[in-house]
Nanobody, 119 residues
Framework: VQLQASGGGLVQPGGSLRLSCAAS????????MRWYRQAPGKQRELVAA???????GYADSTEGRFTISRDNAKNTAYLQMNSLKPEDTAIYYC??????????????WGQGTLVTVSS
């Protein structure tokens, strides 16, 4: 199983970006999908999460600006980021709990995609 994150880039303050996280390989089902970020010199932090039933949760710093969603048919999660601030600059990682068959599941990480918010 692989998680492929994409969509990062350079954006001006106040702008928007949409990140994608696509899971591929032998997948029975996907439970929680999450986005984390790690800024230079800081610890990795949870940004947003979405469960298989569509329930969502957000970090206080992103709630109201970021929206997480998923397309179960495509095994893909998205992170729509609006009103971006310089402090949102970080490498964004996707993470997912994936069942590879009815009995076994693992936690997987994507490779990260860089988001830079700067004028």
């Amino acid at each position: 199983v692989q998680l492929q994150a994409s969509g990062g880039g350079l954006v001006q303050p106040g702008g928007s970006l949409r990140l994608s996280c696509a899971a591929s390989g032998t997948i029975f089902s996907i439970n929680a999908m999450r986005w984390y970020r790690q800024a230079p010199g800081k610890q990795r932090e949870l940004v947003a999460a979405i469960l298989s039933d569509g329930s969502t949760g957000y970090a206080d710093s992103t709630e109201g600006r970021f929206t997480i969603s998923r397309d179960n048919a495509k095994n893909t999660a998205y992170l729509q980021m609006n009103s971006l601030k310089p402090e949102d600059t970080a490498i964004y990682y996707c993470n997912a709990n994936i069942l590879v068959n009815r009995y076994y599941g693992y936690n997987y990480w994507g490779q990260g995609t860089l988001v830079t918010v700067s004028s």
